[in-house]
Structure formats: structure tokens, C-alpha cells
Nanobody, 123 residues
């Protein structure tokens, strides 16, 4: 299974970005999906997660109300719509897939990780 994340970039505070993560190699709907991020000098942290068919979602308190996770099982892709971005959202964002559990616990091992996409929010 391969995860390919894209959509990162440089944006001003208050702006928006939409991250995408395309999954190949196995039936996408088998997997719960999530996004984590890691800022320089900090540990990787949970951002958002979604169940296999999109009916269940979870968000970190820091992004609740600003970020929205969604998935399109027909296109094998998970999205993270990020609005009202803040400088503290600056990080490398990673998508993650797990067949057994919705990936929302920092430090837990999950099945597959993407390579990361950089998001930089300027003040």
C-alpha cells in the first residue's frame, strides 16, 4: 500500500489549503484514514481521522471547527480541508492508513504512512 500526500504550500494566516492523500495498492475502503502533523522541534501529533465509510470523524481540539476531513472511496483519496489557518499550523502533514482502528492516537503504530507534505502559514 502506498500513500501519496500533496496540496501543501505557503499561505498567509487566515487562508486555506486542501490536502489530498491518494492511496494505491489495496482496496481503499478497507482502511480507516487520518492526518498527523509534526512541527520543527515537536513531536508528531494527531490532527484528524475518519472511518472507513466516512461516517465517523475525529479532530484535535486545536483544529476543530477549522479543519474538515473527508474521503472519496471511489477515488481512493482522503482530504483535509484547512481553513482559517494559523502560524501554529505550520508543520509537515502526514496521512496514515490503518485496517483495524481509526488512527487518532499519538505514538501508536499504524499500518501505513505517507511521505508528508509541508504546510507553512505566515503571519
Amino acid at each position: 500500500v502506498q500513500l501519496q500526500a500533496c496540496g501543501g504550500g505557503l499561505v498567509q494566516a487566515g487562508g486555506s489549503l486542501r490536502l489530498s492523500c491518494a492511496v494505491s495498492g489495496r482496496t481503499f475502503s478497507y482502511y480507516h484514514m487520518g492526518w498527523f502533523r509534526q512541527a520543527p522541534g515537536k513531536e508528531r501529533e494527531f490532527v484528524a481521522a475518519i472511518g472507513r465509510f466516512g461516517g465517523t470523524t475525529y479532530y484535535a481540539d486545536s483544529v476543530k471547527g477549522r479543519f474538515t476531513i473527508s474521503r472519496d472511496n471511489a477515488k481512493n483519496t482522503v482530504f483535509l480541508q484547512m481553513n482559517s489557518l494559523k502560524p501554529e499550523d505550520t508543520a509537515i502533514y502526514y496521512c496514515v492508513a490503518d485496517i483495524d482502528s481509526i488512527p487518532r492516537l499519538t505514538g501508536k503504530e499504524y499500518d501505513y504512512w505517507g511521505q508528508g507534505t509541508q504546510v507553512t502559514v505566515s503571519s
